[in-house]
């Protein structure tokens, strides 16, 4: 533990803190009545309002469109299964700039619904909400059809034989069951968009602002480290609570059900009713998550001759001091790095939360892995610059800030990828070998890594996808020389001119398929049979 512990304190913990003090203390005193004043303002209370809501809102409306899809891919088998059960989870896995970029070409000026009936939605709740959908639905599906799948249908099946119309015999039989994945799945949705940061900053313009938009607007815009500082500590207590509960239901949800193998089943649907369900979710899914990535390849092709991508060659000194094209090199090298760095301190928490004789101090740890996908990632990235900045840390300067502040996002990705194989490693099979003379290297070279090398490179392929699309911490640590394809993104839509739009829809779509790939990769070692959560 001692080197994720270290890495998480000087990395996250001190940035964060050194924000919260710059913020609140001052003249050697702390001003803590700053918070209460912050919190007084009208449209500081305007922010928290709607950052909550539009959780909400989003939350229930992932769920009433997702959970027909987690039935579906849980219950049917039919041709193309897995491979469309791929291309759902494609939107989680794409950076926030690239979904509101997408839901812009869609809903925006110029777009798809503009160009045919003359109808914008950029700039409206709906947006919002509808890009939250895109890009949580995945979610819903691989948890709680993850669950749905492991589910018993006998037992429904023998309620309805009593006399149970099929309605109630699902409601007493298999809701209490789900209960916990879609609580649990609820919760991460609500988290998701609790923190929205790139959709909201690029979908709701100036009249719609969430907490993470607000700590980037105060930090970057007004310099009011002070406002900064206590939003950040509101959106840190309310994400602690989120991941509490969390944990909870997930407990809950590991400890409460007997479960079956999920190849058994899944059947090919059976009656009008099920075909017309089935119909409906890929009608669903096609228009909600394939029409919006369809039109930005679309937008990104209609200059001649592939001409927007030909554009990124050259050098433009207004926006970039490269020409937009070296964005790509640079977000693979820097991601390439953030998984390394990524994948061993993540692989070091995983094997000391494995084991059994693992203190409660050590599984307390587990819960405060999960912080930095909660916590303003905008925090983290301003902090980096205002904290390491002297001797022995003086970091500004060097090209390993980026991969450091991604990595804090892969990190808990490894963890949950890696953790319950390792708990489900025999641990007779290490001590025979220790017994045999082996020293604790060697028992993880020989006994452990052949059995979780496949969960490793899915740890790997999670932490690089992820840290390709990091943006909130980035936009502020990026060099101009040396930006990343998110960051890349954000600036040309920021600029007027067809030019610029249009090479932010040739960049969106090149981070799109790189992403794309990447998961599709990470499906083939999952394995075809193989169900279970993100």
């Known amino acids: 533990m001692a080197v994720p512990v270290a890495f998480f304190a000087v990395f996250f913990a001190y940035p964060v803190a050194a924000i919260v003090r710059r913020g609140l203390h001052a003249d050697g005193a702390w001003h803590l009545g700053r918070i209460a004043d912050v919190l007084g303002q009208p449209d500081i209370r305007h922010v928290l309002w709607f950052t909550t809501w539009q959780a909400l809102a989003s939350t229930a409306l992932t769920l009433l469109v997702a959970l027909p899809g987690a039935y579906v891919f849980a219950r049917f ?7 469309l059960r791929a291309v759902v989870t494609v939107p989680f896995v794409l950076p926030t700039v690239v979904v509101g970029t997408a839901f812009l070409a869609l809903l925006g000026r110029g777009g798809l619904l503009d160009e045919l009936w003359g109808v914008r939605l950029d700039t409206t709740v709906w947006a919002i909400l509808l890009a939250h959908v895109f890009f949580n639905y995945a979610v819903v599906v691989r948890t709680v059809g993850g669950l749905w799948a492991q589910l018993d249908p006998r037992q429904e099946e023998a309620a309805r034989m009593l006399g149970a119309p099929p309605l109630t015999a699902w409601r007493t039989v298999t809701l209490p069951a789900l209960a916990p994945a879609v609580a649990a799945a609820a919760l991460m949705v609500f988290l998701f968009t609790f923190t929205s940061f790139g959709v909201v900053q690029i979908l709701g313009g100036p009249a719609f602002s969430t907490l993470e938009v607000e700590i980037y607007r105060q930090t970057s815009e007004i310099f009011d480290l002070s406002t900064a500082a206590v939003l950040t500590l509101v959106q840190f207590l309310c994400v602690g609570a989120i991941l509490a509960v969390h944990a909870w239901t997930v407990r809950r949800r590991e400890t409460a059900l007997k479960l079956v193998d999920a190849s058994t089943t899944a059947r090919r649907p059976r009656g009008a009713g099920q075909w017309t369900l089935l119909a409906a979710v890929l009608a669903c899914v096609a228009v ?15 200059a001649p001759g592939f001409g927007y991508y030909r554009a990124l060659t050259d050098a433009d000194g207004g926006t970039f001091l490269v020409a937009p ?17 990524a994948v061993a301190i993540g692989s070091l928490a995983a094997a000391a939360l494995a084991r059994r004789d693992a203190g409660r101090l050590v599984r307390g740890f587990d819960a405060l892995l999960m912080l930095p996908l909660g916590v303003s990632a905008v925090t983290v990235g301003f902090g980096f610059l205002i904290a390491l900045d002297a001797p022995p840390l003086d970091l500004r300067k060097s090209w390993i800030l980026v991969p450091l502040a ?4 892969g990190v808990p990705f490894v963890v949950r990828t890696m953790l319950p194989v390792l708990r489900a490693v025999d641990v007779r099979l290490r001590e025979a070998a220790a017994v045999l003379g082996a020293s604790p290297w060697r028992v993880w070279r020989e006994v452990d890594l052949p059995l979780v090398r496949r969960a490793l490179l899915v740890a790997a392929g999670f932490a690089f996808a992820v840290s390709l699309g990091e943006f909130g911490a980035t936009v502020f640590i990026a060099r101009p020389d040396n930006p990343t394809l998110p960051v890349a993104v954000a600036r040309l839509l920021s600029r007027p001119g067809d030019l610029n739009y249009g090479q932010a829809m ?8 790189v992403c794309a ?3 599709l990769v990470l499906e083939k070692l999952r394995g075809a049979d193989r169900t279970g959560e993100l």
Do not use: E, N
Not at 506 to 513: F, G, K, N, R, Y
């Open 517 to 519: 790939v990447a998961l």
């Open 406 to 409: 991604q990595a804090l996002v």
């Open 77 to 83: 088998d039919f041709p193309g299964r897995q491979v």
């Open 506 to 513: 040739a960049l969106s779509t090149i981070l799109m398929v």
């Open 325 to 341: 094209i070296h964005a790509i090199g640079a977000s693979l090298s820097y991601a390439a790095a953030a998984t390394a760095i």
């Open 288 to 302: 909600l998550l394939l029409l919006p990535l369809a039109v930005l390849v679309q937008r990104s092709l209609t």
